[in-house]
């Protein structure tokens, strides 16, 4: 019983800690007032700053930004020139991460399958064929389940409106490997 909890828990954390925004390359959506963005500014192009638009020309973005040290709570407007800004991107969607939980579930389970095959043979102990089955189903059904709870934001790069000033400068596009795994729940 407490290897069972043992492997929710580690499930959770896992399934959790790795579900990360999706970034989408195309179309490239126009922002617009309050709508969710996110931008990475020229001196860490990697830290993205979240936050809800309020207006965007060439030269500034405005936005509010979420303040949770305030005891209530508070949203406060900032702005930014945009000529600091190196990506901006506007959310377009959320998503569930199954495939990822059930992978992760999946890789736990066979973790505490194999400690419980190591246990001493005892009256009601499983075989080590059946600790590896039922711990790798169990924890795939339940990665799979708290993946389908697991929501992450779906992200598009918006174009910034351009600078009559300055010439156009190339931008570096983001190469990634991903995985998908696609399920099917019931159905023909």
């Known amino acids: 019983m407490r290897t069972a909890s043992l492997s929710v828990s580690l499930t959770i954390g896992l399934v959790t800690a790795c579900a990360p925004a999706h970034v989408v390359t195309t179309p490239a959506p126009t922002p617009i007032a309050g709508s969710p963005i996110r931008f990475a500014g020229r001196s860490d192009s990697t830290e993205f700053v979240t936050g809800r638009l309020i207006s965007l020309d060439a030269e500034t973005l405005v936005f509010e930004r979420f303040i949770a040290r305030h005891p209530a709570g508070r949203w406060v407007a900032e702005s930014l020139p945009t000529d600091s800004i190196t990506q901006l991107q506007v959310r377009v969607g959320r998503r569930a991460n199954a495939g990822r939980g ?9 973790v505490l399958g194999i400690a419980c095959a190591s246990e001493e043979p005892g009256w009601l102990t499983p075989t080590p064929a059946e600790c590896l089955a039922g711990y790798t189903l169990s924890g795939v059904g339940t990665g799979l389940l708290i993946g389908l709870l ?27 490997m991903g995985l998908r795994i696609p399920v099917r729940l019931g159905g023909p």
């Open 150 to 176: 697991i929501r992450s934001d779906v992200w598009a790069p918006a174009t910034l409106p351009p600078d009559l000033e300055q010439p156009p400068v190339a931008a570096a596009a983001a190469v990634g």
């Open 102 to 110: 059930a992978l992760i579930g999946g890789l736990a389970g066979v």
